[in-house]
């Protein structure tokens, strides 16, 4: 089974990091393939609890090589403050590989993140204000700094020379700000020059010749299907590919070399930032899945919306990706609750949708239709077997499954790497 990936199937943050390094032990490289630090994974091992934004989180798995793919954009700083962090508890970081091709976030594309969300006002999306935004438009606009850009200081200057001649006329006669010197921008980045130098490497190259040995690659998404900015609830998105198409460009992996898309999918529904959100709670269950799930941001802090699960995203997840597994995440959360609506299509004014709006004002307007699932009271947190589970909790598991378009192969109940019942196994 030589390359997997893992996509989000949601809104983000299903729990992505955790079956990342629950297949660890099993891959020889793990391929961050798209967005930057805007990305928050908790990883919790043994009583250690790890938060990685920008580094894959098969960095924490011995042995294995991590990457960071052309599909990523770096925040330099944030790359070695992280990797401090990471050696200061003890973590071999010596093996990682980052692409000669990613891009990197200068600071003007920090401040234009939060300028431009403050000048939106209520059209906001609710960025986490990372550049993660700006430095995907410079890249499709041609004026972006990659990675290699940083070991020719002649070619580096231009290309400051060459953002900036734009984006200062947007700091200075639209947002009323000071403009940005080349030379400030410049030594920024050259200052991370030395150090990054050892780590760069033509990853599609290295990652298709291990793919040749047979050697296994898993590629981690940051973000998730409806934040995909060709694929998500556009404008409410990322500006990157976090679908499995993501995988492929953001990597230099060819399609035709995926074996196997692993969603993650939680087993009720959570989104940070602006944007629709069917399913949401804004009553006591609502708090009560905020409270029990401790759904607030890695990232930003942010308390999470939440709301039920959404067969209908969970569908439209499985045909974009073409998902072969599902893992089902904090399927303990639920434990308690009577009876769980579980959302199988939508109302838009009278009309029956079993599949997602194609017109983004129906998305908005959309009503859940429920099915109500019995609950279970039994703590689940112990099962290791789908055989261990309540019989309620079982029936969730299957009914679910039966509406989302692929099998459930793994279900998680709690946040450690123990906590996780197996049906059928991954790699
Ligand atoms: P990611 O961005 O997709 O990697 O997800 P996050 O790490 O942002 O959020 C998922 C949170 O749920 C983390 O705090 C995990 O430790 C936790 N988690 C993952 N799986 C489970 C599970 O099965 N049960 C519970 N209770 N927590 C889980
Ligand atoms: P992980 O990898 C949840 C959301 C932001 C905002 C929108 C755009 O942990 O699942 P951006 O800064 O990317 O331009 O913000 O996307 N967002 C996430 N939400 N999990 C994430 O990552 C997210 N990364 C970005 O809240 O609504
Ligand atoms: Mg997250």
Not at 67 to 82: H, K, P, R
Not at 86 to 101: E, F, H, P, T, Y
Not at 243 to 266: E, H, M, Q
Request: proline share 5%; net charge negative; glycine share 12%.
């Amino acid at each position: 089974m030589p390359a997997i990936a893992i996509i989000g199937a949601q809104w983000g943050d299903e729990g992505k990091g955790k079956a990342t390094d629950l297949l660890g032990g099993s891959v020889d490289y793990v391929v961050k393939f798209n967005g930057g630090n805007n990305a928050g994974h908790t990883v919790v091992i043994g009583d250690q609890k790890y938060a990685l934004h920008l580094l894959p989180s098969g960095i924490l798995t011995p042995g294995v090589t991590p990457v960071i793919g052309n599909g990523v954009v770096v925040d330099l700083a944030v790359l070695f403050e992280e990797l401090e962090g990471l050696v200061a508890r003890g973590v071999d970081v010596s093996r990682l590989k980052i692409s000669a091709n990613a891009h990197v976030i200068p600071d003007y594309n920090r401040s234009l993140d939060k300028v431009t969300e403050r000048f939106l006002g209520k059209r906001r999306i609710g960025t986490t204000g990372r550049g993660i935004g700006p430095t995907y438009a410079d890249k499709m606009n041609r004026v972006g700094i990659r990675v290699q850009d940083l070991f020719d200081e002649k070619i580096l200057t231009q290309k400051v020379e060459g953002a900036l001649e734009v984006k200062n006329h947007l700091f200075t006669k639209v947002y009323n700000r000071r403009a940005v010197t080349v030379e400030d921008t410049v030594e920024e980045l050259l200052a991370f020059a030395d150090r990054v130098a050892p780590m760069v490497a033509d990853t599609g190259l290295l990652l298709n010749q291990a793919l040749d040995r047979g050697e296994t690659v898993l590629l981690e998404a940051g973000q998730a299907t409806l934040l995909d900015v060709d694929h998500g609830t556009y404008p409410f998105v990322t500006s990157s590919s976090a679908t499995a198409g993501g995988a492929c460009t953001g990597s230099g992996i060819p399609p035709t070399r995926l074996d196997r898309i692993v969603a993650i999918v939680k087993a009720y529904t959570t989104r940070v930032g602006e944007g629709p959100f069917p399913t949401e709670l804004f009553d006591a269950d609502g708090d009560h899945l905020r409270e029990v799930g401790a759904e607030f941001g890695t990232t930003t802090g942010r308390p999470r919306r939440c709301g039920w699960y959404d067969a209908v995203i969970a569908r439209y997840a499985a045909r974009v990706n073409g998902v072969t597994d599902f893992v089902l995440t904090k399927l303990d959360v639920l434990t308690g609750l009577e009876r769980i609506p579980v959302c199988v299509a939508y109302d838009v004014g009278g009309v029956r949708h079993d599949e997602m709006p194609v017109n983004q004002t129906d998305f908005h307007h959309a009503v859940p239709v429920y099915e109500y699932l019995p609950g279970w009271t039994e703590d689940i947190s112990g099962a290791r077997s789908f055989e261990e589970l309540p019989a309620n909790a079982r029936a969730y598991v299957e009914a679910v499954e039966a509406m989302s378009g692929a099998r459930i192969s793994v279900v998680g109940v709690g946040p450690s790497r123990a906590a996780t019942v197996v049906r059928h196994p991954l790699v």
